[in-house]
């Protein structure tokens, strides 16, 4: 089956700094590349996601970048801010349809 | 978010108990989904609906029973409850236009004691 690894699993960060947090996938079928936030204690939300027809994707200050020879795609965040801290989730979904979840990688960002 | 709500928020509930969760949708998703989370797995999908009386197994299905007899509503039951249930249960669902993009509910924290 799929298999998903997030790096790195904790991230902490300056306030003001970039984080990227990156997302190997093994399924070469896989079309669709999602990254959801999850704070604590609430549910995950979609925050970006790229297709892959597409090499990159910016939205504000978040942006995913997608390198399908490599099977790998990453979130980069910049100008972190507090309200950055959170859970961050990959889930491409692979060739039965099917979302799969990384681990997540633990942001945390320090004043 | 409002369109998709889990109940109950919190359930404690013993060994061997049956315990049902509910999802309910308002937007008539065709797509629905079960995941628990537990610390250092992330999230797993435990069941999913396409539609209405089509259900199928995710990545850690047993223990576990779906039904989906209408569009908005798609019940886990956890038919005898063990302690390795216990997790946090989110729901969601997704259209058949954008079937990858998910909502989840705002979950629901089991402890089988």
């Known amino acids: 089956g799929e298999n998903v690894e997030q790096h790195p699993s904790t991230l902490s960060v300056q306030e003001g700094d970039s984080a990227v947090i990156k997302c190997t996938y093994s399924?070469?079928?896989?079309?669709?590349f999602p990254w959801y936030k999850q704070e604590l204690g609430k549910r995950p939300q979609l925050i970006i996601d790229?297709?892959?027809?597409?090499g990159e994707k910016k939205d504000q200050r978040i942006a995913v970048t997608l390198n399908k020879t490599a099977k790998h795609f990453s979130l980069h965040i910049t100008e972190t801010q507090p309200e950055d801290s959170a859970v961050y989730f990959c889930?491409?979904?692979?060739?039965?349809?099917?979302?799969?979840f990384g681990k997540g990688t633990r942001l945390h960002i320090l004043p | 978010d409002a369109g998709i709500t889990q109940s109950p928020r919190y359930k404690i509930t013993e060994t061997g108990r049956q315990v049902t969760l509910m999802c309910h949708q308002t937007?008539?998703?065709?797509?629905m989904f079960w995941y628990r989370q537990d610390l250092g797995h992330g999230l797993r999908l435990i069941y999913y609906?396409?539609?209405?009386?089509?259900?199928d197994k995710g990545e850690v299905p047993d223990g576990y029973v779906v039904s989906r007899s209408k569009t908005e509503n798609f019940p886990l039951t956890l038919e005898s409850a063990t302690r390795s249930q216990t997790s946090v249960y989110f729901c969601?669902?997704?259209?058949?236009?954008?079937?990858?993009?998910?909502?989840f509910g705002a979950g629901t924290r089991l402890s089988v004691l």
């Open positions: 969601a669902s997704s259209s058949t236009v954008a079937k990858n993009i998910q909502y």
């Open positions: 399924d070469s079928a896989s079309n669709y």
């Open positions: 790229i297709r892959s027809n597409v």
């Open positions: 889930a491409p979904w692979n060739r039965d349809d099917k979302i799969i």
């Open positions: 937007w008539s998703h065709s797509y």
């Open positions: 609906s396409a539609a209405a009386d089509i259900t």
